[in-house]
């Protein structure tokens, strides 16, 4: 069983799975189907894992497919990222907000993020690696960039007067007025 938190913004989910554990280490179910419909309400296919691995002042996003959306389940297999996901549907009263949460390695805590929205992270470890289950495969002709730094989303990210690591794709992000969004 896992347990699940909502965020401040509906149908984003922070999941906890439940860990066993004794002298000999731990064990837990990285995904449950079952777990996962009745904590989320969502049944997902799943068809894409991912595995990114990143260091110290990396941010990678804010990302999404216009055509062939990814809803994300996002966790931590070692480090620790402050992972942030934006609204990007139109019609939701929750349109451009954004929420953020610390997962890692010690915490094991997992991210559900629904079709329809920008996801990115930045590594606040040494080294993070950064593991997802894609409900949809990955599209480059597709692919969005939101700026990161865009002021009328305000993400509040934990720099500490760093500028943060970035891919020429993710310098070029656009501001939320000029990004393709969803109804």
């Given at each position: ?29 990285s ?41 994300k ?22 349109f451009?907000?954004?929420?953020g949460?610390?997962?890692s ?24 690696d950064?593991l ?31 500028q ?6 993710d ?5 939320l ?7």
């Amino acid at each position: 069983m896992i347990a699940a938190r909502r965020t401040p913004i509906p149908d984003v989910w922070l999941l906890e799975p439940r860990v066993f554990g004794d002298a000999r280490g731990f064990f837990l179910e990285s995904y449950n189907q079952r777990d996962f419909e009745a904590a989320t309400g969502r049944q997902a296919n799943f068809v894409q894992d991912n595995h990114s691995r990143s260091q110290r002042g990396v941010l990678r996003g804010l990302h999404y497919q216009i055509h062939q959306p990814q809803g994300k389940l996002i966790r931590v297999i070692e480090g620790r990222i402050f992972d942030v996901t934006v609204n990007l549907r139109r019609s939701s009263p929750h349109f451009g907000c954004w929420t953020g949460v610390v997962l890692s390695a010690e915490n094991r805590h997992q991210l559900w993020i629904p079709e329809g929205f920008a996801h990115g992270f930045l590594v606040l470890s040494e080294t993070a690696d950064v593991l997802y289950k894609a409900t949809d495969y990955y599209a480059p002709e597709h692919e969005r960039c939101l700026a990161w730094d865009d002021p009328t989303v305000g993400v509040d990210w934990p720099l500490a007067g760093n500028q943060p690591l970035l891919s020429a794709k993710d310098q070029a992000g656009r501001a939320l007025a000029e990004c393709e969004v969803f109804d």
